[in-house]
């Protein structure tokens, strides 16, 4: 808000004045964020009263009322921006994730997230994934180890790599990025508890998955859409991440409106 507040809102709306809102759907999708909403609500006025009319996770159509926002006319306009802000982006991730979800129904394979977060919301924005049926990878670099193809190069070799984790975090879950069916052997040989089967097309990673027969959880990655995700996901997979869902999300419609 800056040294001099909102000066819009200020300048024309009497500070006595109230209003009963309502933050609705213009477009379907699925729900994510309602309770940070509401505290940017109360952080403006904490007179403002939210009464959620639906939950994270809830599928929305067009019209749908999902909040009822009512008191002080001049908070609910200072903060109505960033609480659409917040609602429209986690409600956004939440409908990629439901559909590509969606898409794999009827497989095993789950959709997880990836890093791929704007920074400073990584905490929220894996959580619009969990409400949208998806699955959280790691939150961060220090509660699992993920040996990618660059950390392959500095150590010179899938097993080099391998070896060098094991030694330095025992007891740490360890993930290895394979571009090749021999690289995947390989780390096989000395044993992970994970393996992201990169870019590989649904017949490769048939093979990967048989190769791997339930020695490690298995993951695809690389340019997973929701069309192409059916075909990957009945290679048998376990995991399939997905780093769109968080960094290219279109934001779901929402809106507020005041009422007589």
Known sequence: MGAHGDITTTATVPREAQARTVIAARKAGVIAGIPVAARVFAAIDPTIRVKARKADGDHVAPGDVVMEIAGPAAGILTAERVALNFLGHLSGIA????EIVGAVAHTKARICDTRKTTPGLRVLEKYAVRCGGGVNHRMGLYDQVLIKDNHIAAAGGVVAAILAAKA???GIKIE????????????????????LLDNMNPVQLREAVARVAGRAITEASGSITTTSAAAIAESGVDLMSVGWITHSAPSLDLGLDFLP
């Open 168 to 170: 330095a975090a025992p």
């Open 95 to 98: 409908t990629a994730t439901a």
């Open 176 to 195: 290895v990025e394979v571009d090749t069916l021999e690289q995947l052997d390989a780390a096989l040989a000395v044993g992970v508890d994970q393996v």
